[in-house]
């Protein structure tokens, strides 16, 4: 699906494989001072047919090299998330593990650079993670639900049967609790995935 919104900005909304996985591109204005860009509409993203309420907004930074992910929430209603990269650039990693989705289990990788047009919105309960790819990068979160520590989870992101492709030149810079996460199918026999409910958000 691509839905464009015309008016005095212009938001493109393009469905990736995943359900409920948007890339969403917005117009940026540069000059010699810099650029400036609207990433985030309601109306806008309403209009074309997607709804995504704001409860929580988060700012990480990291050096190049930085993996972090591949993280999910349990929480009721599920996360969903819309990210855009503020510095630097980054690969940008979902992968779908609610259990019964058409594509259970399929990674997909969304290149973002500060200065271009694309964010990308994530459906609830998604995988997430990320690589830095400058020597300095930054994420900027909207989140639909709050942070819940107890119902956070992690998938390791050197999973073999995910092989996501990670933007590595030398030895990642991973957090102990990533780096020791169980792998997707350990989660799915212990029961500790989130379940496909088709036409969430």
């Known amino acids: 699906m691509v839905a464009t919104v015309e008016g005095a900005r212009r938001l493109k909304v393009i469905e990736l494989s995943i359900p409920g996985l948007f890339v969403l591109e917005s117009p940026v204005w540069s000059d010699e001072r810099g650029f400036f860009r609207e990433w985030y ?28 992910g591949l993280h999910y929430s349990l929480a009721p209603g599920g996360q969903a998330k819309l990210v855009t990269c503020a510095f630097g650039e980054l690969d940008d990693v979902i992968v779908d593990v609610r259990v019964g989705s058409p594509t259970f289990g399929h990674v997909e990788v969304v290149h973002l650079a500060a200065g271009d047009e694309r964010s990308v919105l994530l459906p609830a309960s998604a995988a ?13 979160y909207l989140l639909s639900s709050p942070f819940n520590a ?13 092989n996501v492709p990670w933007p590595l030149s030398g030895k990642p810079i991973v957090s102990e609790k990533d780096i020791a996460a169980p792998s997707l199918e350990q989660r799915r026999a212990a029961n500790e ?6 036409g969430a958000p």
């Open 41 to 68: 509409r309601r109306e806008d993203l309403e209009a074309s047919g997607v709804t995504f309420p704001i409860h929580q907004a988060n700012l990480s930074t990291s050096k190049r090299g930085v993996v972090r």
């Open 128 to 140: 997430h993670g990320f690589c830095v790819t400058s020597e300095l990068g930054a994420l900027s």
């Open 150 to 162: 107890a119902m956070e989870l992690e998938i390791n992101p050197f999973d073999e049967t995910l």
């Open 193 to 198: 995935l989130p379940i496909y409910v088709d």
